[in-house]
């Protein structure tokens, strides 16, 4: 049991660390208050588009991630508990 939890307390630390690298890399998505001026559509070639793009990609993988972090947490907790 104990080896279990080295691996997860490793795996754990790996995913923390990926996890806060891609959300420092991501770019920030809102234009603010310029885009409500402008009134700039969302029905464009690079909107349709997005997820295949490289910040499609970031926050698709910061997404899977953030997951396996609170489900990574979670069985941690449980672990120790008992």
């Not at 295949?52 to 993988?61: A, V």
């Amino acid at each position: 049991m104990e080896i279990a939890k080295g691996i997860l307390i490793v795996i754990y630390f790996m995913v923390a660390i990926a996890l806060i690298i891609l959300a420092l890399i991501q770019s920030k998505e809102d234009a603010g208050l310029s885009s409500t001026i402008t009134g700039s559509s969302a029905n464009n070639f690079f909107e349709k588009n997005k997820g295949r793009t490289k910040e499609g990609k970031q926050k698709r993988w910061t997404i899977i991630l953030s997951i396996v972090f609170a489900i990574l947490t979670i069985t941690l907790g449980i672990i120790y508990m008992a």
